[in-house]
């Protein structure tokens, strides 16, 4: 794992482009701690930061070729470099090291741009080709690695973190305001587009070529929607195979190569399926016990790590645990927000900033679970949505749509409290369409709490800018697609790239590389041709990895009902951290920002305090949100929050415990 960072300009650069390059590279130091590297000639800087991993003696970068005319900078792993390897030295190709870096470059050399069709594994590059005049810069299939860009001028910039744009000077620091609506809905920017004007991502499965001035995308890889592989639902051999064992062998395939490095490995482990299926299959391989890392909270109610222990305990693991509470959570929060670059999605990624911590004390790798619930259809919203779409297919062709508003407008007030609300997100008061039941039903805030607190003059168009990405995504799979088919390609092409950045972001914050096998591209591929009812049945969520793991996991780990990493924020925001949090949200810069309408986050809060309603969602993006103007937007740096008052003595009750559970689900 590293960092990568330079620039590329046709007009040649100027002659204190090392200097910026050199500002770009260390300010991902925390990516890279043990080397640095630059590389720069008349047209090209390159820069990296190098945790080392595989080939600690000689895998130096920026890497090149014989003739030094190609040169790379490489942030992941290939973990069949060995293999593509031979194939390259049969073409008479002479390797120097025993890195996968350097298989980059030959493969360039032998196949140009399609390289990357051959690489299995997570990997973003920039490839400097100066005999052409030519930037390469490639992500890979999932999106395991993050990559950015932006255009100045003549100039090319790139990095492994938008912060290393920024600390060239050549980059503006502009809030994007138009992705406002999108960011407070979905939680995240998707798309090319960031939080900040002018800088994008390099999407998954992309690549982009700098030439003559000129920026050319194209996607090279996408997931196979709508691809079927003859497996009937019922799980027969149709195909020649049963699904359940191919599906675990090539999981089990997956965990085997991740465990390439030269460096100790370790786990992080929740103890829930994902995390426990995987540890279980890796401690199977390594055959001594694996090192695995939890994090729980103070409050019980909260706290998975029993769960994590009974998993470490069946797969003879060596455990090692940390409980974090309130202090340490708001203590960490504004200086994770500067590593993550844009306002953090969920409150999970503060435990997982700690346990990434406590790992890098024993490992300097680690696997993880994340991925399967957008792969195989994990999440609970998945089964209630498909009720509901059926359901309201049903009443839509019964009466029609003013009938039924009427209907809502006298039938929801009668509800208890709990019906009511469970009826609101129902087909009995909602559209049904993709951005009312998929995407604003499950809204951290919804479109019309964003009407209420932002500033008159930021309501413009909320609705298209907010769901605009998603909806295509859901639309793009081919005719005649399921519903799931769709729901889960857009979740894949949204929703799990900002969960992989959170990945990388968090762990790279502690300097520790993190390896997800469930998004080893052939798994995703198979998994993807396999028939809906492998992944939902019923209630069933998972079916096919629930049913691989028969005999490998505990039973109580098979059918444990999903936490989804739940954070008692709710509960923290309602008693000592509500006045450090209002002292944010209302004060004179906050205001004078024009982004909120003060009055209504002030209701807000005291409907919140009073649990009158659960905000802690509203409350959450919006708190950083502000943090995010003033570390990045206004230049003030990395921000604390002021002093909590005293703690009181208070238990925490159903609706907080219910609302820390949703706290890290995509439904709200």
């Given amino acids: 794992m590293c960092g990568i960072a330079g620039f590329v300009s046709f007009d040649g650069l100027p002659a204190d482009a090392p200097d ?37 003696s000689s895998g130096h970068q920026p890497l090149a070729n014989e003739n030094g005319r190609v040169q790379v900078v490489y942030n992941g792993e290939i973990y069949n470099h060995a293999e593509v390897r031979r194939e390259l030295e049969s073409h008479g190709h002479r390797y120097r090291t025993r890195s996968d870096t350097e298989t980059i470059v030959h493969a360039y050399e032998q196949w140009g741009d399609a390289c990357v069709e051959r690489f299995r594994g ?13 930037l390469l810069l490639v992500r890979d299939r999932l999106g395991v690695k993050p990559l950015y860009w932006a255009q100045v001028g003549s100039t090319l910039l790139f990095a492994s973190e938008i912060k290393a744009l920024l600390a060239s000077g050549l980059v503006t620091t502009s809030p994007n305001l138009a992705a406002l609506p999108e960011l407070l809905s979905t939680r995240y920017v998707s798309g090319e587009d960031t939080m900040f004007v002018g800088i994008r991502k390099l999407l998954p499965g992309h690549r982009l070529v700098f030439e003559q001035g000129r920026a050319t995308v194209q996607e090279w890889w996408d997931v196979p929607a709508g691809r079927r592989n003859g497996i009937r639902a019922s799980g027969d051999l149709a195909a020649g195979a049963d699904p359940v064992v191919r599906f675990r062998e090539l999981l089990e395939e997956a965990v085997r190569l991740r465990l390439m490095a030269d460096v100790p490995l370790g786990m992080f482990l929740s103890g829930g399926i994902d995390s426990s299926a995987i540890a279980a299959l890796m401690a199977r391989q390594v055959g001594r016990p694996i090192k695995t890392f939890s994090v729980g909270f103070e409050e019980q109610a909260f706290n998975e790590l029993g769960y994590a222990r009974d998993v470490a305990r069946a797969i003879g693991a060596e455990p090692h645990e940390i409980v974090i509470d309130d202090e340490d959570f708001f203590g960490a929060l504004p200086r994770l927000i500067w590593h993550e670059d844009e306002p953090i999605a969920h409150p999970s990624s ?45 009443y839509q062709r019964m009466l029609p749509k003013a009938l039924r508003g009427a209907v809502a407008n006298a039938l929801l007030p009668t509800l208890p409290p709990r019906a009511r609300r469970l009826a609101t997100r129902s087909f009995l008061a909602m559209d049904r369409t993709p951005a009312a039941m998929f995407l604003d039903n499950f809204a951290a805030i919804r479109l019309g709490d964003q009407r209420a607190l932002l500033a008159a003059g930021l309501q413009s168009g909320i609705d298209a800018r907010a769901y605009g990405e998603s909806i295509a995504r859901f639309e793009k799979p081919p005719a ?29 914050a502690a300097s520790i590389e993190s390896r997800v096998p469930f998004l080893d591209h052939k ?23 629930r049913e691989a793991m028969k005999g490998v996991l505990p039973e109580a780990i098979l059918t444990r009902p999903k936490m989804g990493f739940p954070v008692p924020f709710s509960r923290w925001t309602r008693e000592r951290w509500l006045g450090p949090i209002r002292d944010v949200l209302l004060d004179r810069r906050t205001r004078e920002r024009g982004v909120i ?10 409907d919140h305090a009073s649990a009158s309603t659960d905000g802690w969602d509203r409350i959450w993006m919006l708190l950083n949100l502000e943090l995010w103007f003033r570390t990045f937007i206004d ?27 949703a706290a890290d689900q995509p439904a709200a």
């Fill in 597 to 606: 309408e003060p009055r209504a986050v002030e209701r807000l809060l005291e």
């Fill in 635 to 661: 230049g003030s740096g990395i921000q604390s929050l002021s002093a909590p008052s005293p703690a009181l003595a208070r238990p925490a009750h159903e609706a907080d415990v219910a609302a820390g559970a």
């Fill in 480 to 508: 005649g697609s399921s519903l799931l088919t769709r729901l889960l390609y857009a979740d894949m092409k949204t929703y799990l790239v900002e969960l992989l950045m959170k990945q990388d972001q968090m762990s790279m």
């Fill in 20 to 56: 910026t390059a050199i500002r770009m590279r260390d300010i991902l130091t925390h990516r890279g701690p043990d080397e640095a590297g630059l590389f720069v000639d008349a047209r090209a800087a390159l820069a990296h930061r190098r945790l080392s991993i595989v080939d600690l």
């Fill in 350 to 394: 503060v435990p997982l900033y700690f346990v990434s911590k406590l790992a890098r004390e024993h490992v300097t790798v680690v696997l993880t679970g994340e991925g399967s619930d957008e792969l195989l259809a994990g999440y609970g919203k998945y089964p209630r949505i498909a009720l509901n779409w059926r359901a309201g297919t049903v």
């Fill in 523 to 545: 798994l995703v591929e198979y998994a993807w041709t396999l028939p809906d009812s492998w992944k939902l049945s019923r209630w069933t969520t998972k079916r096919v990895l």
């Fill in 122 to 134: 997570m990997f973003a590059f920039a490839l400097w080709d100066s005999r052409r005049g030519r």
